[in-house]
């Protein structure tokens, strides 16, 4: 039995092989021919280096007294920098209205159960965006594929601020291929968006029913235009796509399915752990042929509640575009969460994460609290746990 396998190069480049099963490798996405991704000036947001323009060499150059270096230059704010983790979250009430009033003493965080000193709070950041739209192009999506399209499009022209936010599209079946790579033009991502299409397998009739044709396509072919490898998109998006996107952004995945995984190599477990490595959020809207297929609603309540997203199942174009906008509300209206964890030790470890609410008035409304459940702790030498996208 073939399974179909993308391989990504060290230098971004891809193609589309296959692989027996029982083989080994990692799984990536395969490029569309056509998918350009822009340059550097126009995709992506603007970011902060440690670099700066050197001065003309003096003839006489005299050492900096160590009293005067820059902040950003000395060793202990370097420190600090890289031991801080990040929690964006949500608060809404019984009536899914977002709260934005919250304060710090509001609030505790809690790692592996041990209360954290806060050294950050604020409220409605407004960081850049880096948005990779994930779109199931199986059969399961053949009836709702264009009303898809079609609330993708407006979001991203509404979502995305110029020279400030980026995006990607992704397309996948039992195959994952980048349609676009990370841009923050508007026109590129919907031509992207545009070329996404259903392409039915051979023998294909309708209602997800395949029958024998003769002569017959490759085997390979034919299994992956039928199947629908969830967690392989997953996956290759937060591993390839959004660990490489720019630094100091928002990073979250929209993933457009129904939610029924039939071919993957990866678990369901791996493409949450990639996407939590990532700092992804994962935002899936359970979209599909219901009376064909079913939408697996358990399978993308788990992904999302563990990655700090959300899980919408509209019944009709209009539930598809309030989704759209629920989630565009939920990236702007979140708070940042900044502590120093008490435990340093750097092994790689999976910490988990609580917040809840400590005031007791607000603990009387019941309000509901959104943020990923944890995250891994960096390893000696690791770098930046999301590292920067480089210039070409």
Do not use: C
Request: proline share 6%; hydrophobic share 35%; charged share 25%.
């Amino acid at each position: 039995m073939l399974f179909g396998k993308v391989i990504i190069s060290s230098l971004g480049l891809v193609l589309l092989t296959s692989m027996v099963l029982g083989g080994s490798g990692s799984l990536t996405l395969a490029q569309n021919p056509s998918a350009q991704t822009t340059p550097q000036a126009e995709s992506q947001p603007p970011q902060t280096t440690g670099s700066q323009q050197q001065p003309s060499p003096s003839s006489t150059p005299k050492p900096k007294p160590k009293d005067e270096e820059a902040p950003g230059q000395s060793d202990e704010v370097i420190r600090v920098e890289t031991n801080l983790t990040n929690i964006f979250f949500t608060a809404e009430d019984k009536h899914k209205r977002f709260i934005s009033t919250l304060k710090q003493d509001d609030i505790r965080v809690y790692e592996d159960g041990q209360p954290q000193q806060i050294f950050t709070f604020q409220q409605n950041t407004d960081l850049p965006l880096s948005l990779a739209i994930l779109i199931d192009t199986s059969a399961s999506e053949e009836r709702t594929l264009p009303e898809e399209k079609s609330a993708a499009r407006e979001f991203i022209e509404s979502a995305l601020r110029p020279n400030r936010d980026e995006a990607a599209v992704v397309s996948f079946t039992g195959e994952v291929t980048l349609e676009q790579g990370f841009t923050g033009s508007i026109e590129r991502l919907r031509r992207a968006i545009d070329k996404v299409e259903f392409v039915p397998p051979s023998g294909y009739i309708g209602g997800g029913i395949v029958v024998p044709t003769t002569p017959p396509i490759s085997g390979t072919n034919q299994i992956m235009a039928a199947a629908t490898a969830i967690w392989d998109a997953v996956w290759a998006t937060s591993n390839e796509l959004l660990s490489e996107s720019a630094e100091h952004t928002r990073r979250a995945i929209i993933l457009l399915t129904d939610g029924d995984d039939t071919i993957s190599q990866m678990h369901m477990s791996d493409a949450i752990q990639r996407a939590q490595k990532a700092e992804a959020l994962v935002y899936a809207i359970g979209i599909g042929d219901r009376y064909n297929f079913n939408v697996n609603e358990s399978a993308l309540r788990k992904i999302t509640d563990q990655t700090g997203g959300r899980a919408y199942f509209p019944r009709n174009e209009r539930e598809l575009r309030e989704a759209f906008t629920q989630i565009q509300h939920d990236l702007r209206e979140q708070y940042l969460v900044a502590y120093s964890p008490t435990n340093k030790t750097r092994d790689g470890s999976y910490r988990r994460i609580q917040v809840e609410i400590i005031n007791p008035e607000l603990k009387k409304e019941a309000l509901r609290l959104n943020y990923r459940q944890g995250y891994f702790a960096k390893v000696p030498d690791s770098g930046a746990s999301t590292p920067a996208r480089k210039k070409p």
